[in-house]
């Protein structure tokens, strides 16, 4: 096999892995790594952050180990402009961003397939633990759940188009992760024992309220009332961008049951709160919506619906509204549906397709 491909190093013990074992199998690598954001002047160069200069150099030191060409991309404005304006904007709208998917879609997969055009590779191959498949019967590629369910990253990658899906090789689908560390240190490499990034990338210490403080006027940030669901003041908040649906802590209300952030009202500039079973709802629409297979059934079908990363995905019938707008019902009521997240619906292990969070019905 002479095939060559592009390989997105982070830095990680997963991407690096991924290299290791493509080479192996006689495809032509070359590594690539993205310079995304200046962590020594906004956030400090944390370890649980990923692509930062310390990342690129350890990607750097497996690629030498692996004898495969490594380059750097200075990808600075395009993430700031994809990525972290995005994420700010979707906080002062009151929705609550996943910037990981763009950062997958737009720089991961976007740029990248382009760049590997033009070094002559057939293939951009990244360490999530996922797998491509093509389904037979209509002959389109999707989105397969990771073997390591602890791990199963195809949650980030629904909105991927056909095209991109068809160039795209994802070796770790078939493993778990300790059988990538175990690789990794078999292959000799520095990251074998390196530990995982956290959280945000750009935000490492979690703060999310102080980044948007930073990067923000002031003036954009107001002050408002917090209502109970009665609609009774019972207090004022900093700012609609410092709160997220299913939020506890930080409200600043004293109460003899925990209050939940459950609704922002961005049109009055207020934020409601509830107890907890507040929080509950069944239905709600999922706009922009990627079909990776194109379901048959025009009135509605059910499927397995995911509202965030590490929610448990949970039985609904979505029924379609128009080419990229469905509804999404339920079987049971689930915690803390929110605009802004991504909703991804799957059929056994097969990614259907997914879209964002748009209005959720409050009754």
């Given amino acids: 096999m002479n095939d060559r491909i592009v390989i997105a190093m982070s830095g990680g013990v997963d991407s690096s892995a991924t290299a ?9 690598v070359i590594g690539i790594a993205m310079h995304i954001w200046n962590y020594s002047e906004k956030t400090g160069d944390s370890p649980g952050s990923c692509c930062s200069m ?10 030498e180990r692996l004898k495969m060409p490594f380059y750097v991309l200075n990808l600075k404005n395009e993430f700031k402009k994809e990525v972290i304006d995005y994420f700010i904007s979707e906080y002062m709208i009151g929705r609550t961003p996943n910037p990981c998917v763009l950062c997958n879609q737009k720089l991961k997969f976007d740029i990248l397939m382009k760049r590997s055009s033009e070094l002559n590779a057939s293939f951009v191959a990244t360490g999530h633990y996922a797998e491509v498949v093509k389904d037979n019967k209509s002959m389109r590629y999707t989105i397969k759940r990771g073997m390591d369910k602890r791990k199963d990253q195809s949650y980030f990658l629904f909105n991927l188009t056909q095209d991109q899906l068809k160039r795209i090789i994802l070796p770790l689908g078939k493993y778990l992760k300790s059988e990538v560390r175990e690789l990794a240190r ?8 390196k530990t995982e990034s956290q959280d945000i990338c750009f935000i490492p210490d979690n703060n999310y309220p102080s980044f948007i403080q930073k990067m923000v006027d002031k003036k ?3 002050e408002g009332e917090i209502v109970n669901t009665d609609g009774k003041v019972i207090g004022h908040h900093r700012g609609i961008p410092f709160y997220t649906i299913g ?13 939940y952030v459950i609704r922002l009202d961005t049109i009055n500039n207020r934020i409601v709160v509830g107890e907890e079973n507040n929080l509950e709802k069944r ?3 999922v706009e922009d919506v990627n079909w990776c297979l194109i379901p048959s059934e025009k009135d509605g079908f059910d499927a397995a619906v995911q509202i965030r990363y590490r929610h448990s995905p949970a039985e609904a019938t979505i ?4 080419k990229d707008k469905v509804k999404v019902e339920f079987k049971k009521a689930q915690r803390a549906i929110t605009p802004g997240q991504a909703a991804v619906f799957y059929q056994g292990d097969l990614l259907i397709g997914g879209g964002w969070i748009a209005n959720i019905k409050y009754q």
């Fill in 20 to 28: 290791a074992i493509l080479k192996e199998r006689g495809y032509d």
């Fill in 54 to 63: 310390r990342d690129i150099a350890d990607a750097r030191g497996v690629a």
């Fill in 186 to 193: 078999t292959f000799g490499l520095k990251t074998s024992e």
């Fill in 220 to 222: 954009r940030i107001v």
């Fill in 247 to 259: 939020q506890r802590k930080g409200i600043g209300i004293s109460s003899d049951k925990p209050l």
């Fill in 283 to 285: 239905e709600f629409y």
């Fill in 319 to 322: 029924i379609p509204i128009g």
